[in-house]
């Protein structure tokens, strides 16, 4: 099913996001904003980040994944500096080393430019990444958490936003479907197919092999 644009700038105040998500059958699909967000706080659980883990997730205009990142040291670098927040050396802290979600998910892009896409960020990207984000030509910024609002790196980011034209809008989800689990437990693995079982039979596995640890 195509999204008309207007649907999608239109989210935050209507419902006609909601019914986005009822399938052909009248089911619940995974679609739109909540798909996008959850892969930017799925891939943030990659970094090694022991404060903050940070995603994004690029989104093209035809609603495809064409990029995505998370917060972590440059390549070849990982293990070679502290991710101290703290130490009274400057030099000593991650921020001076650290590449951003939103930076990562701009060069590992796998299409030639980002010209209208949208990106999904867990917090409101910071000034340096929004430099980045509008010189690849995003046009939309979606974010989960303002946490850092009140840091000078926010203000200026959205000052950014705002004189280059950069949609911002805080992510909302569907209180009706505020879970999306993902649990390798409800696979049924003894089956082939490996489908997701249902509950049930899931629960009847672990008890089994729980039984079988301890025999
Ligand atoms: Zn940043």
Request: glycine residues 6%.
């Amino acid at each position: 099913m195509s999204t008309s644009k207007s649907t999608r700038m239109d989210v935050n105040n209507d419902e006609s996001i909601w019914n986005e998500h009822l399938g052909i059958n009248g089911k619940y699909v995974l679609k739109g904003d909540e798909y996008f967000m959850a892969i930017a706080l799925l891939v943030g659980k990659r970094s090694e980040d022991p404060s903050s883990q940070v995603g994004a997730c690029i989104v093209n205009e035809d609603q495809n994944i064409v990029g995505v990142g998370y917060n972590g040291m440059p390549n070849g670098c990982e293990n070679k500096f502290s991710w101290e927040k703290y130490a009274d050396n400057p030099l000593e802290r991650k921020y001076m080393y650290v590449c951003h979600a939103a930076m990562n998910a701009v060069v590992n892009k796998n299409v030639i430019n980002l010209k209208n896409c949208k990106i999904y960020n867990v917090i409101f990207p910071c000034n340096e990444c929004a430099k980045i984000l509008i010189q690849s030509g995003i046009k939309e910024v979606v974010f989960l958490s303002d946490k850092r609002c009140y840091k000078n790196e926010t203000i200026a980011s959205k000052k950014l936003f705002e004189a280059a034209g950069v949609i911002t809008r805080e992510f909302k989800y569907d209180p009706e479907n505020s879970k999306i689990v993902i649990d390798f437990c409800e696979i049924d693995w003894d089956n082939k197919k490996k489908r997701p079982s249902v509950q049930n039979e899931c629960e009847s596995t672990s008890k089994k092999m729980a039984k079988n640890d301890n025999a």
